[in-house]
């Protein structure tokens, strides 16, 4: 059974960068789709990028192409959100969640997945 965790966040002025970094336990992320997505105060979880496997295609909301990118390293187990913020990005908790792997099928919607993380809080400051 595979478990994830979160990590990275913390404190980012408009257009800097941060690189949140999601582990996982107990299975290689070879076999799984893995998706970030962020949950502002009083707002719904929002997909922001997801990766079908290692080297596999991947997705990006409209609001964050061109400025996020997701990567997997296989020999940490590990996925990247590497985001470079600008407006709108505002103050969200992000999440990392993981499902079986379907082929390239790129899981967009929260109730697809199985396992989440804790999150870790990005607060985005003027």
């Known amino acids: 059974e595979v478990h994830i965790a979160e990590s990275g966040g913390g404190t980012v002025q408009a257009g800097g960068s941060l690189r949140l970094s999601c582990a996982a336990f107990g299975s290689s992320l070879v076999d799984y789709a893995v998706g970030w997505f962020r949950q502002a105060p009083g707002k719904e979880r929002e997909a922001v990028s997801c990766?079908?496997?290692?080297?596999?295609?991947?997705y990006y909301a409209d609001s964050v192409k061109g400025r996020f990118s997701i990567s997997s390293d296989g020999a940490k187990n590990t996925v990247y959100l590497q985001m470079i913020s600008r407006p709108p990005d505002v103050t969200a908790i992000y999440y990392c969640?993981?499902?079986?792997?379907?082929?390239?099928?790129?899981?967009?919607?929260?109730?697809?997945?199985?396992?989440w993380g804790q999150g870790t809080q990005v607060t985005v400051s003027s």
């Open positions: 990766i079908a496997s290692r080297d596999g295609p991947t």
């Open positions: 969640a993981v499902r079986r792997r379907q082929g390239s099928y790129l899981p967009p919607m929260p109730h697809e997945y199985d396992k």
